[in-house]
């Protein structure tokens, strides 16, 4: 097999990019290019969307590319939808990547929402002080929350319209328990919102949720391509092998 596309820009995109590069695998990963510094893979990068399905099963060609993995992030709809119809396309054997999501567990407070529309209608029934972790996209759904305050988490400076009351932090994960036990307490936290993105990278705040009693809103992953589904970068290996 030669050069395998991995479309990334999560932690499990990059191991699995150090595992097949360990094994003697020439992989290029592409990244959307959202944030301004991104943490890169080993092996090669390209970066910016690809201009929709047709333009990937094109690029796929003429890059000589032997099989896709879409390693990207559970809420990343569009690029997941447009590498399945690309791949079906142009006859690319296909695989996603996608880590399992969170479960809740003993003392958890969670209450499940199908979108950040929804989870912004519920944050003032259940919380005024509001951790909010969901990301730079979409946070113009909380901007008519004016009964809370906000402190926006996100890798790198949110664009307007915002919530009127809040703060942003600047940060990327992974975080610890310890850590985020303190920025609770610092900030007199009583609701923390998410995604449902699954992983260990930032999942510190859930079990923060958990030590203070805190209600948790998590938004439900959005529907996707049924495709062919590993659940880790042992499974992609093996098929890979087995795509050749
Ligand atoms: P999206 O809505 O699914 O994608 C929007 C467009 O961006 C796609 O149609 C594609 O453009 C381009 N794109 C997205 N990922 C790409 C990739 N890996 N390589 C090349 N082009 C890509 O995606 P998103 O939610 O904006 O996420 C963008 C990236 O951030 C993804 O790679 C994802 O893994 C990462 N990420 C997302 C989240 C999240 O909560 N959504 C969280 C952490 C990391 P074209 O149609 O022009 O090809």
């Not at 201009?51 to 990207?72: K, M, R, Y």
């Not at 209450?111 to 979409?138: C, F, I, K, N």
């Not at 859930?206 to 948790?216: C, I």
Request: aromatic residues 4%; charged residues 25%.
């Amino acid at each position: 097999m030669s050069r395998i596309l991995i479309l990334g820009g999560t932690a499990e995109a990059r191991e699995l990019a150090a595992e097949l590069h360990g094994r003697g695998r020439e992989v290029i990963t592409s990244l959307a290019g959202r944030v301004a510094r991104p943490r890169l893979p080993v092996g090669d990068v390209r970066i910016g969307g690809f201009g929709g399905p047709d333009a990937l099963a094109a690029w796929l060609l003429s890059n000589e590319i032997a099989a896709v993995v879409d390693a990207t992030h559970p809420f990343a709809e569009r690029i997941s939808a447009s590498a399945a119809q690309a791949a079906e396309q142009g006859g690319f054997p296909h695989l996603r990547l996608e880590r399992p999501g969170w479960t809740e567990g003993q003392g958890d407070r969670w209450h499940w929402v199908d979108g950040l529309d929804e989870a912004a209608a519920r944050v003032p029934e259940l919380g005024s002080r509001v951790l909010l972790t969901t990301g730079r996209q979409g946070l113009s759904a909380f901007a008519g929350v004016s009964d809370a305050w906000f402190l926006i988490r996100c890798v790198d400076p949110p664009d307007d319209p915002l919530p009127p009351r809040r703060e942003v932090l600047l940060d990327r994960g992974p975080y610890t328990l310890e850590g985020e036990l303190a920025l609770i307490d610092h900030h007199d936290i009583d609701i923390v919102v998410t995604k449902d993105s699954g992983g260990d990278h930032t999942r510190a705040k859930l079990d923060a949720a958990r030590t203070r009693g805190l209600p948790v809103i998590v938004v439900r992953r959005p529907p996707r391509p049924e495709v062919e589904t590993a659940a880790g970068a042992d499974e992609v290996v093996a098929w890979v092998a087995t795509a050749q």
